[in-house]
């Protein structure tokens, strides 16, 4: 599929911007406790460079895979896992980091896990909220950007593994 151009939604220069603002509250917020991060694979991989490298406070970082999508541009609604955390959470600060909250089915099986698992707190970190698809009611406790419904691009974000490139956040019409 050949790259088209994306009619922009959030530019680079705001998201940079917001993505230090979001590391500063991170920095107060955790400065005595140690934090883990654990990213979403695979939209979130680029917002949480970022965000990493924004920090100033002891800080490590491991991912998973979760999938409701496929390669269409609305959820299925069925969470799967494709890959876990490879380090014990047991009695640690995490803070899940997310592309985009929509539906919130992803992100609330995601922080109940990480509960049962043992985890001292768990929060949750978006870089985009899409409060109007919300399904299940999830505590966004760090949000970059809200978001009209809008199935969006770029980022770190796909749409079918195009896209992810893009350096800012654009929308695709459906």
């Known amino acids: 599929m050949p790259q ?20 500063a509250r991170l920095n107060r917020d955790y400065r005595l406790k140690h934090l883990v991060l654990i990213g979403v694979l695979k939209g979130s991989f680029v917002f949480m460079a970022d965000l990493f490298r924004c920090l100033n406070i002891p800080a490590q ?12 541009t609305t959820s299925s609604g069925k969470i799967k896992m494709r890959h876990a955390i490879a380090h014990s959470i047991k009695n640690k600060d995490i803070l899940i980091i997310e592309d985009i909250v929509d539906t919130g089915l992803t992100a609330s099986y ?7 698992h043992g985890a001292r707190s768990v929060r949750l970190c978006t870089l985009l909220d899409k409060p109007s698809r919300r399904k299940k009611k999830v505590q966004l406790d760090y949000i970059g950007f809200k978001i009209p419904n809008c199935f969006v691009v770029g980022y770190g974000i796909d749409w079918n593994e195009h896209y992810r490139s893009l350096p800012y956040i654009g929308y695709i019409k459906t």
């Open 4 to 23: 088209v151009k994306v009619p922009v939604l959030i530019t680079r220069s705001k998201i940079k911007k917001r993505v230090k603002q979001l590391a």
């Open 61 to 72: 970082c491991d991912f998973v895979s979760l999938s409701s999508y496929g390669s269409g």
């Open 110 to 116: 995601l922080k109940n896990s990480l509960k049962k």
